[in-house]
C-alpha cells in the first residue's frame, strides 16, 4: 500500500516557526519518524511539502492511481481552499487531515476546516505526534485487520 504525506505552506519551517505553537520538531524529523512506524505497518510512503496551493492541489491530483491515501496538513489552506477539497474529491483518494496545533482552540479563523467535510478524519493538537496517529489511523481504515 502506498501513502502520500503532503505538507502545505510554511511546514518547511517546523522546528524554528512559532515553536509555541508548533513545537519544535522539524519536518524532516516527522518525515523519518513516519518512516520507522510505515516500515512496523509494512506501507511505502511518499513525501512532499509545498507552499503554493496550485502546487499542493497538483500533488493531489497526482495521487490518482498511485497512492491508497493519503495523510495532509494543508496549513492555512485548510482554512481557506475550497479547490483543495474538490481535488480530494475529483481523484477519490482517502485522506486523514491532521494539525499540530488545536485549531478549535485558537484564532476564530482557523476553527473552520474546508477540507474536513471530505476526510476520513482529523488528528489535531497532539503536535507532530498526530501525523503517526494520523498514519495509523488512515490505514487502519484502508486495511482493516
Ligand atoms: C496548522 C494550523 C493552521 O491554522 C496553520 O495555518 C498552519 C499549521 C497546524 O498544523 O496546526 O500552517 O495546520
Known amino acids: 500500500m502506498r501513502i502520500a504525506v503532503l505538507n502545505g505552506p510554511n511546514l518547511n519551517l517546523l522546528g524554528t516557526r512559532e515553536p509555541e505553537i508548533y513545537g519544535t520538531t522539524t519536518l524532516r524529523d516527522i518525515e523519518s519518524r513516519l518512516r520507522q512506524v510505515a516500515s512496523v505497518l509494512g506501507v511505502t510512503l511518499e513525501f512532499g511539502q509545498w507552499n503554493g496551493e496550485g502546487e499542493l492541489i497538483d500533488a493531489v491530483q497526482r ?19 475550497l479547490a483543495l477539497r474538490d481535488a480530494f474529491a475529483a481523484v477519490r483518494v482517502p485522506f486523514v487531515e491532521v494539525h ?20 476520513v478524519g482529523m488528528v489535531c493538537g497532539l503536535g507532530a505526534y498526530g501525523y503517526e496517529l494520523a498514519l495509523r489511523g488512515l490505514v487502519a481504515r484502508l486495511a482493516p485487520q
Open 100 to 119: 499540530l496545533s488545536n485549531i478549535f482552540a485558537r484564532e476564530p479563523e482557523r476553527r473552520h476546516s474546508v477540507l474536513a467535510a471530505e476526510a
Open 63 to 81: 495521487l490518482y492511481g498511485r497512492c491508497e491515501g493519503a495523510v495532509i496538513n494543508a496549513g492555512a489552506y485548510t482554512h481557506t481552499s
